[in-house]
């Protein structure tokens, strides 16, 4: 599989304010997605980036896709509290079928 | 339109026993995965099953085995439980045609072993 890496693996941020995660590989990726999972909750697809240079936005998220095809990034603007849980990444190879998934990133916000 | 089910929700068993779990897949996808996730790690592939065979493995023992139904149903069974096969066991279904398809995942069964 795609090996990703995440950081950081915890961000705390205060409501309002905006935050980045990252997702990076050593070697290049085919494609990312990444997932939200609520506390107690399973995941949840949110993007997938298959292009160099990619960038998704939705609402108040902007997912980018590296030009080297070797890390991606998860930005939030003006924080909620409906935005608490963690966030991973995933990759899979071309031609393959095995969905390998960052260790994550958990975000609790204050109020 | 049904999402992804799986039964049971909780699950405790001892060392060495047996443990069955269960998926069905979202309506109109063919292709169920299955993770397990420990707690604070994210989701690690088990295997795949498409046409009702494992297309795909990953890093798990035999002790770790499945099954797909013509319905696309799908069972995940571990034999010879270990301590650390306690884990958060996701299933989550697709369209198999694609390798790049979203991932819609169930709730998960909490599996225990004391």
């Known amino acids: 599989g795609q090996q990703v890496m995440q950081i950081p693996q915890y961000q705390h941020v205060q409501e309002g304010e905006d935050f980045t995660t990252y997702c990076n590989s050593s070697?290049?990726?085919?494609?990312i997605q990444w997932y939200k999972q609520r506390p107690g909750g399973h995941p949840v697809f949110l993007i997938q980036l298959v292009k160099s240079g990619e960038v998704k936005k939705q609402k108040r998220l902007t997912f980018q896709f590296g030009e080297a095809k070797k890390n991606s990034s998860l930005h939030i603007t003006a924080t909620q509290t409906t935005d608490v849980g963690t966030y991973f990444c995933?990759?899979?190879?071309?031609?393959?079928?095995?969905?390998?998934f960052g260790a994550g990133t958990t975000v609790t916000v204050r109020a | 339109d049904a999402g992804v089910t799986q039964s049971p929700t909780h699950l405790i068993k001892t060392r060495g026993q047996q443990v069955t779990l269960r998926c069905s897949p979202k309506s109109g996808h063919d292709t169920v995965s299955w993770y397990q996730q420990a707690l604070g790690q994210g989701p690690q592939f088990i295997f795949q099953?498409?046409?009702?065979?494992?297309?795909q493995r990953g890093n798990f023992p035999d002790r770790f085995s499945g099954h797909q139904f013509p319905n696309y149903s799908s069972e995940l069974n571990v034999n010879a439980l270990l301590l650390g096969d306690s884990a958060l066991y996701l299933c989550a279904s697709s369209l198999g045609k694609s390798s790049y398809n979203e991932q819609f995942f169930g709730p998960g069964t909490r599996l225990t072993v004391l």
């Open positions: 070697t290049t990726l085919s494609n």
């Open positions: 995933a990759s899979r190879p071309t031609n393959d079928y095995k969905l390998s």
């Open positions: 099953y498409y046409e009702e065979e494992e297309r």
